[in-house]
């Protein structure tokens, strides 16, 4: 049995940074560079309000292929909305 994820079940974290929530593989603190999932190197911003900006979409999929599971069907893939 191998316990070394223990404490990591997936391999990536998520970082608010540039007005998003992004996930990254790595672990940055307060104001550190990163490289998100979805390619942008942005600074982590741990600052509260940072936790309410929204997820980022392209680093929502990735996030999910890496831990398997599987995105929720999106009602409209062209990412209009009318309300
Ligand atoms: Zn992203």
């Known amino acids: 049995m191998n316990n070394t994820r223990l404490y990591s079940p997936h391999p990536f974290c ?4 540039g007005g998003e929530r992004h996930a990254t593989t790595e672990r940055p603190g307060e104001g ?3 490289t ?3 390619g942008l190197v942005a600074e982590a911003d741990l ?13 929502n999929a990735r996030a999910h ?3 398997a599971v599987p995105m929720p069907s ?3 893939a062209s990412g209009a909305r009318e309300c």
């Open 74 to 76: 999106a009602p409209d």
């Open 36 to 38: 998100a999932l979805c």
């Open 47 to 59: 600052s509260e309000i940072g936790w309410f900006f929204a997820t980022c979409g392209a680093c």
């Open 65 to 67: 292929e890496l831990a």
């Open 14 to 17: 998520w970082r608010p940074a």
């Open 32 to 34: 550190q560079t990163f």
